[in-house]
């Protein structure tokens, strides 16, 4: 399948294209020349003009549709539509997440299952709904979290959520694979969207502190590094040389010293929030 990260793939489909990483990747495809469907609860004028504004021609087709990705069949029928008005998506990209963040003992059970509901609940609709219509040399892009891997202080509903993500984006990549559907599944670290920058000022200084180990993305070199590696038919991407090296610390050392190091960071952290 192979691509480079400039070509375009003709036609991208993504969730939470309204804001955030969803948005700056619909509007790098559409200057990249792909016609565009954008899924999300809410889809501002301004983005729908943004998106347009970026496009290399005129005439490629932008679609959206205001729809909730926890509403199975709500999404399957917005993805069938989009594919009807400008064709079926080379690329789709599950952006729609939400982060509800507190430590497990003031965690409402609610935001827990809010959150699991629309990051792997929605991943699942996501992927239900637009794999039928997916071809041989198309991509499925699920973004997930290094949070998935590594874990983080008051992430027990984020960090779960995003863990089952990666869980289901390696089982669609191995039933998939026959078919030429290439899976992918993005790991990011702390990028620089709305959502983080309103919860930056509420965190936890141990949130922080491990945060900080991994590092912060600008919004576009991360969505940059992902459509490079999505071209290379990647299957974990995990933008950011900082974050990359925390995943292989996790997955790499041995348990006692990984959990020996983060244990070292929170400690350090909630002695100087004292």
């Not at 969803?22 to 003009?49: E, K, N, Q, Y």
């Not at 991943?123 to 709904?129: C, L, Q």
């Not at 559907?181 to 141990?206: F, K, L, N």
């Not at 010293?257 to 909630?270: E, Q």
């Amino acid at each position: 399948m192979g691509r480079t990260g400039t070509t375009n793939w003709g036609t991208l489909y993504v969730t939470g294209g309204g804001s955030g990483i969803g948005r700056h990747l619909a509007r790098l495809l559409a200057a990249r020349g792909s016609a565009v469907a954008v899924f999300d609860r809410s889809v501002p004028a301004d983005v729908r003009s943004e998106i347009k504004a970026a496009r290399s021609d005129v005439g490629q087709p932008v679609h959206t549709t205001e729809v909730d990705v926890c509403d199975a069949a709500a999404l399957a029928a917005a993805v069938a539509e989009a594919a009807t008005a400008i064709g079926p998506p080379r690329l789709a990209i599950n952006s729609a997440g939400v982060s509800i963040n507190d430590r497990f003992a003031e965690a409402r059970r609610e935001d827990f299952e809010r959150t699991v509901a629309v990051n792997l609940f929605g991943s699942r609709n996501f992927a239900a709904a637009v794999l039928p219509h997916m071809g041989t040399g198309s991509r499925l892009g699920l973004i997930a979290s290094l949070a998935g891997i590594t874990g983080g202080y008051t992430y027990a509903g984020y960090a779960a959520s995003k863990a089952g993500v990666i869980g289901l984006a390696r089982v669609l990549r191995l039933e998939y694979a026959p078919e030429g559907i290439g899976v992918s599944v993005i790991c990011p670290p702390e990028i620089m969207t709305p959502m983080v920058r309103q919860y930056d000022t509420t965190m936890h200084p141990a949130t922080r502190a491990l945060k900080d180990v991994a590092g912060t993305l600008p919004l576009d070199e991360a969505c940059r590094e992902m459509l490079e590696k999505l071209g290379r038919d990647q299957f974990t991407i995990i933008p950011g040389t900082k974050a990359r090296r925390a995943a292989l610390m996790t997955r790499l050392l041995p348990e006692r010293v990984s959990t020996a190091v983060a244990d070292r960071i929170v400690a350090k952290a909630l002695k100087g929030a004292r």
